[in-house]
């Protein structure tokens, strides 16, 4: 943070394969970096690092507003449909360290749909390698990204009646977080308005957790 009228969030998406991880990224940069597709298998085989452009307006550090610059890892899902699970481990930690190592990390963002029911063992791949990855206060640094929100809107959901109607599964997970959790349309353009709620509600989680990161380390 050399400009203190500017700040870097460091964001990196995790889970399964069709979740809509490079989608969220894509929504979150406000640009198409990540190739995001309909595929029968999983589409990302290694990590990418995509950067927002300056964005004003959405937050006031020190009585002035600051701009924000966000960047976000996409990573292979997890299980992989070609990749082994230690093959995908060790990818994604490489990247951490080469990318957020000397910034920090901000926040892990564990990508489900929204529109299929998350049962019970589904998500514990995926919970294993951000606990691995980010060791125990994983807790801390893990946010729930729900996409494909629009579907289950569609379906006659809000927010609150699909949380009353969430399994057990779901629910235990959103509490283990600290009830850090973001619901995402996976429309192919988010409209600007939208994407400066989701940042918004990021930076909350950051902001909770005192601008703390993991993962940081000095170059040698």
Known sequence: MADSNEMTINLVVLGKTQSGKSAAGN?????????????????TTRCSL??????????????????????VLDTPSYPHSALGKQHVRDTVRAAL???????????????????LPLCPDES?????????????????????????ADKAEEA???????LHSAS????????????KYIFLDNHNSIIKEERNIVLRKLLN????????????????
């Not at 360290?97 to 529109?115: K, N, P, S, T």
Request: glycine share 8%; net charge neutral.
């Open 27 to 43: 929504s979150l940069l406000g640009s198409a970096d990540f190739e995001s597709r309909l595929c029968p298998s999983s589409v």
């Open 50 to 71: 995509g950067r927002s452009g300056r964005i004003s307006g959405l937050m006031r550090r020190n009585g002035r507003e600051s701009a924000l610059r966000v960047r």
């Open 97 to 115: 360290a080469q990318h957020f190592g000397e910034e920090g990390l901000h926040l892990a963002l564990l990508v489900l749909r929204a529109d």
């Open 124 to 148: 514990h791949d995926t919970v294993q390698l951000i606990q691995e990855l980010l060791g125990p206060t994983w807790k801390d640094f893990t946010a729930v990204l729900l996409t494909h």
């Open 156 to 162: 006659g959901y809000s927010e609150e009646t699909y």
């Open 168 to 179: 057990s599964t779901l629910l235990s997970l959103l509490s283990t977080v600290q009830h």
């Open 205 to 220: 989680f950051i902001q909770r957790n005192n601008y703390q990161v993991l993962l940081k380390h000095s170059k040698e």
